[in-house]
């Protein structure tokens, strides 16, 4: 089992920045690839970011809609992994889940079934 706790959510002007954290207990962290997931009122869980040291063709991996906005990373001493997210809109209004779990590529790392543990979420608003 591994257990996930995010952080870091809140109320922000359009523009500004957030960083969310996620801490990670319970199973060895650093084999895991590491996903952030965002879930707005009325529609499906989409996928944000993700990042993993066993991808060989690049260890980052961004959804078209955050990428030169939002940063992925980790830190496998503290077994957390964070997303700092800048130039934020009123669209990026959502729930924000961290999920763990074996991903094998880059390319498998936007699929929400991939990954085995989920957190609770974290609300980010953004305010036009």
């Known amino acids: 089992q591994m257990q996930l706790v995010e952080s870091g959510g809140g109320l922000v002007q359009a523009g500004g920045s957030l960083r969310l954290s996620c801490a990670a207990s319970?199973?060895?962290?650093?084999?895991?690839?590491m996903g952030w997931f965002r879930q707005a009122p009325g529609k499906e869980r989409e996928f944000v970011a993700a990042?993993?040291?066993?991808?060989?063709?690049?260890?980052?991996y961004y959804a078209d809609s955050v990428k030169g906005r939002f940063t992925i990373s980790r830190d496998n001493a503290k077994s957390t992994v964070y997303l700092q997210m800048n130039s934020l809109k009123p669209e990026d209004t959502a729930v924000y889940y961290c999920?763990?779990?074996?991903?094998?590529?880059?390319?498998?790392?936007?699929?929400?079934?991939?990954?085995?543990?989920w957190g609770q979420g974290t609300q980010v608003t953004v305010s036009s």
């Open positions: 999920a763990a779990g074996p991903v094998v590529n880059a390319e498998a790392g936007h699929r929400p079934y991939e990954y085995d543990y």
């Open positions: 319970g199973r060895t962290f650093y084999s895991y690839a």
């Open positions: 990042i993993s040291i066993t991808w060989s063709a690049g260890s980052r």
